[in-house]
T-cell receptor, first 111, second 114 residues
Framework: KAGVTQTPRYLIKTRGQQVTLSCSPI?????VSWYQQTPGQGLQFLFE???????NKGNFPGRFSGRQFSNSRSEMNVSTLELGDSALYLC??????????FGPGTRLTVL | AQSVAQPEDQVNVAEGNPLTVKCTYS??????LFWYVQYPNRGLQFLLK??????LVKGSYGFEAEFNKSQTSFHLKKPSALVSDSALYFC????????????FGTGTRLTVIP
């Protein structure tokens, strides 16, 4: 059964700091996508990794980056945090049924 | 460019009544269409999808959606609403390509009144 673990679940940072979020697919799915959810902008696609390669990217500044490891775990990094980066960050895997299965998210608060 | 519209920010319905949450889309070609639900402090949960075939798609928790190509709509429906259906609902489209990114609507908050 597909499953996604995201750590940490909650995070508080201050402006200018950097942060790394983690996403671990339980069953080693090769495709991992990241989304940002904010009250103002809604759900927006950040990027997708497939077999350790970024193959699709949304319209976000270069401060947002990511990577994927050989075990399919993915990390997302945001440098020089801004107040507007406060959001719920969601990770999703693509199942064999062509669905995206989402993790519980990491709630980032930037003070 | 792809886009998804959910024209209603809020939908209120009495328990036991039928509910409809509207969604229209704009995309080149034939899209994959999805509905997701989000409960407070939770991630998105998959409800149903349309890829091809029968225009009426049945999903989880008694929900169904009707794909209408001429109206480019994919409205979510349920014959009898439950209080536990109260949540935030998102319509999403994935353009028919190798990429896995979804374009989401702005969401509709459904409140089922006891």
């Amino acid at each position: 059964k597909a499953g996604v673990t995201q750590t940490p679940r909650y995070l508080i940072k201050t402006r200018g700091q950097q942060v790394t979020l983690s996403c671990s697919p339980i069953s080693g799915h090769r495709s991992v996508s990241w989304y940002q959810q904010t009250p103002g902008q809604g759900l927006q696609f950040l990027f997708e990794y497939f077999s350790e390669t970024q193959r699709n990217k949304g319209n976000f500044p270069g401060r947002f980056s990511g990577r994927q490891f050989s075990n399919s775990r993915s990390e997302m990094n945001v440098s020089t945090l801004e107040l507007g980066d406060s959001a719920l960050y969601l990770c999703a895997i693509r199942t064999k049924k062509n669905e995206q299965f989402f993790g519980p998210g990491t709630r980032l608060t930037v003070l | 460019a792809q886009s998804v519209a959910q024209p209603e920010d809020q939908v209120n319905v009495a328990e036991g009544n039928p509910l409809t949450v509207k969604c229209t889309y704009s995309v080149s070609g034939n899209p994959y269409l999805f509905w997701y639900v989000q409960y407070p402090n939770r991630g998105l949960q998959f409800l149903l999808k349309y890829i091809t075939g029968d225009n009426l798609v049945k999903g989880s928790y008694g929900f169904e959606a009707e794909f209408n190509k001429s109206q480019t709509s994919f409205h979510l429906k349920k014959p009898s609403a439950l209080v536990s259906d109260s949540a935030l609902y998102f319509c999403a489209v994935r353009p028919l390509s190798w990429a896995n990114n979804l374009f989401f609507g702005t969401g509709t908050r459904l409140t089922v009144i006891p």
